[in-house]
């Protein structure tokens, strides 16, 4: 299983970013894909969710109306696109996925599919950094 993320930039506040989660080596549809993202000194947290629950798309509130998930199902290729940046929005972004029915099996167990350890693969992260 592999996942590679590409897609970070330097962007002024008020930007755009398109973030991509190139995946490999499971069967995509099987998978529950979630972006999280880390700044410094703090916390990963989750973002959005593909596949999760009952397989639709769900996002942090810090994500709501502004972040877009989807998914390229031909090409293994789950996107973010992030209109409206914020200077907060500065972290390094991963995507993480795991089996659908564990993430699910997780929320019978009051676990998140936005906590970290729900997720066996990870990729390798990519930096977002949005000016002021």
């Known amino acids: 299983v592999q996942l590679v993320e590409s897609g970070g930039n330097l962007v002024q506040a008020g930007e755009s970013l398109r973030l991509s989660c190139a995946a490999s080596?499971?069967?995509?549809?099987?998978?529950?894909i979630t972006w999280f993202r880390q700044a410094p000194g703090k916390e990963r947290e989750g973002v959005s969710c593909?596949?999760?629950?009952?397989?639709?798309?769900y996002y942090a509130d810090s994500a709501k109306g502004r972040f877009t998930i989807s998914s390229d199902n031909a090409d293994n290729t789950v996107y973010l696109q992030m209109n409206s940046l914020k200077p907060e929005d500065t972290a390094v972004y991963y995507c993480?996925?795991?089996?659908?029915?564990?993430?699910?099996?997780?929320?019978?167990?009051?676990?998140?599919?936005?906590?970290?350890?729900?997720?066996?693969?990870w990729g390798q992260g990519t930096q977002v950094t949005v000016s002021s």
């Open positions: 993480a996925a795991d089996y659908r029915g564990k993430v699910l099996i997780g929320l019978y167990h009051n676990i998140s599919w936005f906590s970290p350890t729900l997720y066996t693969y």
């Open positions: 080596g499971f069967t995509f549809l099987d998978y529950a």
């Open positions: 593909i596949g999760c629950g009952d397989g639709g798309t």
